[in-house]
T-cell receptor
Framework: KNQVEQSPQSLIILEGKNCTLQCNYTVSPFSNLRWYKQDTGRGPVSLTI?????NTKSNGRYTATLDADTKQSSLHITASQLSDSASYIC?????????????FGRGTSLIVHP | GAVVSQHPSRVICKSGTSVKIECRSL??????MFWYRQFPKQSLMLMATSNEGSKATYEQGVEKDKFLINHASLTLSTLTVTSAHPEDSSFYIC????????????FGQGTRLTVV
């Protein structure tokens, strides 16, 4: 069964600090892995997307890494801001076609305190 | 970038009535749209997948007669919650992808449904 496990479930950090969120998956075959940021009461917004051949992808203060061999990904947030408080969701997708359905992680709830 | 618009963003309805939620792809043709439901502090749960011009495929446990999905055009899919009950109160989100799958990263803004 395809699964995506995220850790930690929740995280509280002080403004300006860095943090790293983890995502382990068992989805196979694998096409791409995406990290989303979801503010409360809003739809998810894509941060990064990586295919199996990519190891790292950056988007401003967000840097995602991928190890397709160990099926692990991380999202590193640098110099956190209050606006980074949100839920971060890891989504792993199989190749397009057929019964294409992405698998969602439960998300990590990040709270940034001043 | 691809834009997916969802309407309304919030709706309150009485028990027993029906509510329609629209999901539009504004700058691409969405051959497939996904409908999700999200309870507070929970992950998105896929309800159904709709392909333009054909019947939607519902996930196990989702009542197709209660959650009517129509995807009659390449830019619009609708989710109708029929005979709504308070337990249907939730956050509903759609996402859309084009034929090549390039746009499936984009979600609508979500609809907060409250049934009173």
């Amino acid at each position: 069964k395809n699964q995506v496990e995220q850790s930690p479930q929740s995280l509280i950090i002080l403004e300006g600090k860095n943090c790293t969120l983890q995502c382990n998956y068992t989805v196979s075959p694998f096409s791409n892995l995406r990290w989303y940021k979801q503010d409360t009461g809003r739809g998810p917004v894509s941060l990064t997307i990586m295919t199996f051949s990519e190891n790292t992808k950056s988007n401003g203060r967000y840097t995602a890494t991928l190890d397709a061999d160990t099926k692990q990904s991380s999202l590193h947030i640098t110099a956190s801001q209050l606006s980074d408080s949100a839920s971060y969701i890891c989504v792993v997708s199989p190749p397009s076609g057929g019964s294409y359905i992405p698998t969602f992680g439960r998300g990590t709830s990040l709270i940034v305190h001043p | 970038g691809a834009v997916v618009s969802q309407h309304p963003s919030r709706v309150i309805c009485k028990s027993g009535t029906s509510v329609k939620i629209e999901c539009r792809s504004l700058d691409f043709q969405a051959t497939t749209m996904f409908w999700y439901r999200q309870f507070p502090k929970q992950s998105l749960m896929l309800m159904a997948t709709s392909n333009e011009g054909s019947k939607a495929t519902y996930e196990q446990g989702v009542e197709k007669d209660k959650f009517l999905i129509n995807h009659a055009s390449l830019t619009l899919s609708t989710l109708t919650v029929t005979s709504a009950h308070p337990e249907d109160s939730s956050f509903y989100i759609c996402s859309a992808r084009d034929y090549y799958g390039y746009t499936e990263a984009f979600f609508g803004q979500g609809t907060r449904l409250t049934v009173v």
